[in-house]
């Protein structure tokens, strides 16, 4: 769920980042729903981080531009067949 002040936030770019910013094909993005949640697919075991912002010009799959982002992500390991209930403040 992208959240801003503990609300639910439609509208945001929701990011996953994996732990090897260089794996691109492991990148996914979504947008938040009108409820502040959202989904990713296909997702590779490993670890992540995830993103929620309001600027949908950022160039996201850079990692150069992503890193900065991700000290105010979540943090998340993903598990082969597990779904998880992700909360992400919106920066």
């Keep these: 769920m992208a959240l801003t002040a503990a609300s ?20 996914r993005r979504d947008q938040s729903d009108s409820d502040g949640s959202f989904s990713m697919n296909e997702v590779s075991p490993g670890k992540y981080a995830v993103v929620a912002v309001r600027d949908w010009d950022l160039e996201w799959v850079k990692p ?18 597990e779904d998880q209930d992700i909360k992400v403040t919106v920066r």
């Design 8 to 27: 639910a936030t439609a509208g945001m770019m929701v990011v996953l980042v994996p732990e090897a910013l260089q794996n691109l094909d492991d990148y």
């Design 64 to 81: 150069e531009v992503i890193r900065e982002y991700l000290a105010g992500g979540t943090p998340i390991e993903v598990v082969a067949g």
